[in-house]
């Protein structure tokens, strides 16, 4: 599903890798946690699967797609089997739940009555059925949360990448929304999240990946987050 073979990143203006000789294959349907101190290179990594950057060196490919070699016209159907959830929900401020998840929809041409269909369907999955016509800011973190991560699934992305999604959450938030990310999962989404939250990581046992520096200095099948941490 994703695999990076030696991937180097040097940003421009960075003397420093931000990535360095990183190789690691995630397959389909696993669940993955990105660990690291800040700066460790977490984001570059996950902007390098959106195709946000490209590798200064080594190859990257995800799903079907060879990122390297990608053409600048095919990065968006890439996209769209890629969904995003971010620490900051990043929802439209000025549509409800509803219109916020089609919206998504909207964008990549979906027939309006396939939006009407799946939109209620999503929103019952990550329990925010009751809460369709509220505006953003009538809604708890977790709630935004949760409409972020139904408008990210919606479309049924073969993988969902989500960058610290609890960051901004308080500790039982933050389990409600891991209990939906592992529902997704279970649903055959492969989830890559990058995440800071020693709990989270030591209370579900999944891979780690750990980045220092831009390298990967473990990457263990049932991980904490680290020992004396
Ligand atoms: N656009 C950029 N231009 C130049 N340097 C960058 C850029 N983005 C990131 N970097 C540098 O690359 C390194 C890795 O940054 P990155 O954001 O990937 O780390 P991170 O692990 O996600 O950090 P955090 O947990 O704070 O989000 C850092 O040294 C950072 O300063």
Known sequence: MIRLEQ??????????????NVSVQVDKGEFVFLIGAS??????????LLREEVPSKG????????????ARRR?????????????????????????????????????????????PEVLELVGLEGKAGRMPHELSGGEQQRVAIARAF?????????????????????????????????????????THDHSIVDSMRRRVVELDLGRVVRDDARGVYGVGR
């Open 154 to 194: 919606v479309n049924r992305p073969l993988m969902l990448l989500a960058d610290e999604p609890t960051g901004n959450l308080d500790p039982d938030t933050s389990q409600d929304i891991m209990l939906l990310l592992e529902r997704i999962n279970r649903t055959g989404t492969t989830v890559l999240m990058a």
């Open 75 to 119: 990065v968006p159907r890439l996209r769209q089997s890629i969904g995003c959830v971010f620490q900051d929900f990043r929802l439209l401020a000025n549509k409800t739940v509803a219109e916020n998840v089609a919206f998504a929809l909207e964008v990549i041409g979906k027939p309006r009555h396939t939006i009407r269909k799946v939109v």
């Open 39 to 48: 700066g460790s290179g977490k984001s570059t990594f996950l902007r390098l």
């Open 7 to 20: 991937v180097s990143k040097v940003y421009k203006t960075s003397t420093r890798p931000a990535l360095e």
């Open 59 to 70: 190859r990257v490919y995800v799903a079907n797609f060879d990122l390297t070699r990608m």
